[in-house]
């Protein structure tokens, strides 16, 4: 079992940065790709950004490309996502995940753990 715990979020102005992290529990994270998806009001939850197990892989949504990197420090048990020139769009909740295998992928269902969320808002 991994729990996650998301932090890092908050109220932001269009253009600026912010860093989330994700703190996991349990000593299987570092065999375990993760991701960061969000979920906007009113709307479906999407992939933003997902890493392999070793850090080597990375795979973005077309939306964040170029202004979000994801991370993971495995002797920490952390993954972050670095978000700069962040838009009024970007707003949702934002949740990481790990899935039980090593291999990163973009797809919501290949995610069996997840986090309860931090909120990031981005004001116009």
């Known amino acids: 079992q991994v729990q996650l715990v998301e932090s890092g979020g908050g109220l932001v102005q269009t253009g600026g940065s912010l860093r989330l992290s994700c703190a996991a529990s349990?000593?299987?994270?570092?065999?375990?790709?993760m991701a960061w998806f969000r979920q906007a009001p009113g709307k479906e939850r999407e992939f933003v950004a997902s890493?392999?197990?070793?850090?080597?892989?990375?795979y973005y949504a077309d939306s964040v490309k170029g202004r979000v990197t994801i991370s993971r420090d495995n002797a920490k048990n952390t993954g972050y996502l670095q978000m700069n020139t962040l838009k009024p769009e970007d707003t949702a909740v934002y949740y990481c995940?790990?899935?039980?295998?090593?291999?990163?992928?973009?797809?919501?269902?290949?995610?069996?753990?997840w986090g309860q969320g931090t909120q990031v808002t981005v004001s116009s």
């Open positions: 995940a790990a899935a039980p295998r090593p291999v990163a992928t973009m797809h919501e269902y290949e995610y069996h753990y």
């Open positions: 890493i392999s197990r070793s850090g080597l892989s990375t």
């Open positions: 349990g000593r299987t994270f570092s065999s375990k790709a």
